[in-house]
C-alpha cells in the first residue's frame, strides 16, 4: 500500500485520488467549491494538481472541461467515502440524466490507496484511469512514480503509452489553501 508520512504527526496515512470535472459553469469556482464542500463533510484534502482545460472524452456533448486530481486523506470505509464524494456532486448542482452529459461537478474515486475493489456499484482503481490523458497528466503532478495497482506501472509510464490524442491544457493552480 502507499503510505506516506503525515508531517504533523509522523504516522503512515493512506491517501485517495479524486478526478474532479465540470464543463457547465466557471470550472475554478466549483472546484473551489467542491474543495470546500468535500472538507466541510470532514475530509482532509492534502494536495491538488494543477487545472487542466480538456476536451470532452468520447465525443461527449457540452464544451471543454476543467479537471484535476485530489490527493485526500482515506476516511472511513471506501463505499462511505465515494457517497460523500456523490453527495457533493448533487449539492453542487449535478444530475444524472445520461452518461457523459455536461456536468457542474464530477468526481471519481480514482484510487483507494493501492487497494483494488470490483463490485456492481464500484471498481477501483477507475477502470479507464490509463486511457485517458485529462487524469493521468494531473495524477502524475501528484504521484508520478506511484504504481497503478493492477497494471503494476507507474502513472509516468502509463501516461508515456496513453492511447488519449485529446488535447490537455495547463491552466494554471487551483486556489487551495
Known amino acids: 500500500m502507499w503510505k506516506w508520512r503525515s508531517r504533523a504527526v509522523g504516522q503512515p496515512v493512506e491517501h485517495a485520488y479524486v478526478g474532479f470535472g465540470s464543463n457547465l459553469g466557471d470550472g475554478r469556482e466549483l472546484f473551489a467549491a467542491a474543495l470546500s464542500e468535500l472538507t466541510g463533510r470532514g475530509l482532509r484534502v492534502l494536495r491538488c494538481s494543477a487545472l487542466y482545460e480538456t476536451q470532452p472524452w468520447g465525443g461527449a456533448p457540452g464544451g471543454d472541461y476543467t479537471n484535476a486530481v485530489l490527493e485526500v486523506e482515506r476516511a472511513g470505509e471506501v463505499r462511505e467515502f465515494l457517497r460523500v464524494?456523490?453527495?457533493?456532486?448533487?449539492?453542487?448542482?449535478?444530475?444524472?440524466?445520461?452518461?457523459?452529459?455536461?456536468?457542474?461537478?464530477?468526481?471519481?474515486?480514482?484510487?483507494?490507496?493501492?487497494?483494488?475493489?470490483?463490485?456492481?456499484?464500484?471498481?477501483?482503481?477507475h477502470p479507464r484511469l490509463g486511457e485517458r490523458r485529462f487524469v493521468l497528466l494531473p495524477l502524475c503532478d501528484l504521484i508520478p512514480d506511484g504504481v497503478h495497482p493492477r497494471f503494476n506501472r507507474t502513472f509516468r509510464e502509463l501516461l508515456r503509452v496513453c492511447p488519449d490524442s485529446l488535447r490537455v491544457r495547463r491552466i494554471g493552480a487551483p486556489n487551495f489553501s
Open 85 to 125: 464524494l456523490q453527495s457533493v456532486e448533487v449539492a453542487l448542482g449535478r444530475t444524472r440524466r445520461e452518461p457523459n452529459a455536461p456536468r457542474t461537478c464530477d468526481l471519481d474515486l480514482l484510487l483507494w490507496g493501492s487497494d483494488t475493489m470490483d463490485s456492481p456499484e464500484l471498481v477501483v482503481p
